[in-house]
């Protein structure tokens, strides 16, 4: 049964995405925020932690987001522990959205933003009205083996168009030297992996990225 809440939009980012990390632990949501970083995505491998650690490591990141003004601590797939906890949002994938308990996200306010690679998908996400809409990968990725091809400057620029008036992220193979030209396409914020994580001076390319975000 669909209800007038199954059509509202869930609640909007209460500050600018921008440098926007992707990471695999607390501690790292811990030390971004300390670096000034304010929005950060927490995406936890099952494969790799017991379901205790992954739900600890769930509330430690929305405890370490709570302590911050202004922080934007995003918690990837495991959403029940995420609502559980509190925490300021969630990211989803497509495939979660036959499953996640969307309304009982957006009563209880958290934050949503959606992965998208396809048109297709785009206007799919859109019709959830979900908080920022993420658009990738961009480029090539070898962190993870994605069935679809790169979307390229030129469509990430369409994309983007398309979205309106939901903030876009762009994602998926973006390093600090690629970052001017993605932020040019029109999108509000770049996710990153490896540029901050496998950095040889991590401090210094937050930094940096935060100053190529705006």
């Known amino acids: 049964m669909t209800s007038s809440l199954a059509l509202s939009a869930f609640p909007t980012l209460t500050g600018p995405i921008g440098f926007y990390p992707v990471v695999p632990d607390a501690a790292w949501v811990q030390r971004l925020l300390g670096w000034g970083v304010r929005t950060v995505q927490l995406r936890i491998k099952a494969v790799d932690n017991t379901p205790a650690e992954i739900e600890q490591q769930v509330r430690a990141a929305v405890l370490a987001g709570r302590a911050v003004p202004g922080a934007q601590v995003f918690i990837n797939d495991h959403w029940q522990l995420a609502l559980a906890a509190g925490a300021y949002g969630v990211h989803l994938g497509q495939e979660d959205?036959?499953?996640?308990?969307?309304?009982?996200?957006?009563?209880?306010?958290?934050?949503?933003?959606?992965?998208?690679?396809?048109?297709?998908?785009?206007?799919?996400?859109?019709?959830?009205?979900?908080?920022?809409?993420?658009?990738?990968?961009?480029?090539?990725?070898?962190?993870?083996?994605?069935?679809?091809?790169?979307?390229?400057?030129?469509?990430?620029?369409?994309?983007?168009?398309?979205?309106?008036p939901s903030p876009v992220v762009a994602i998926g193979g973006i390093s600090?030297?690629?970052?001017?030209?993605?932020?040019?396409c029109g999108v509000d914020g770049a996710a990153v992996v490896s540029a901050v994580t496998l950095a040889a001076d991590p401090q210094q390319a937050a930094l940096t990225g935060l100053q190529l975000a705006g």
Do not use: F
């Not at 600090?176 to 040019?184: E, I, Q, S, T």
């Open 97 to 164: 959205l036959d499953t996640a308990d969307l309304n009982g996200l957006r009563i209880a306010g958290l934050r949503l933003g959606l992965s998208t690679h396809t048109p297709a998908e785009l206007a799919r996400a859109r019709a959830v009205q979900p908080s920022y809409l993420a658009i990738g990968p961009i480029y090539p990725t070898t962190l993870k083996v994605m069935p679809y091809e790169p979307v390229g400057l030129m469509r990430l620029k369409d994309w983007a168009a398309q979205a309106a």
């Open 176 to 184: 600090l030297a690629r970052m001017p030209g993605v932020m040019a």
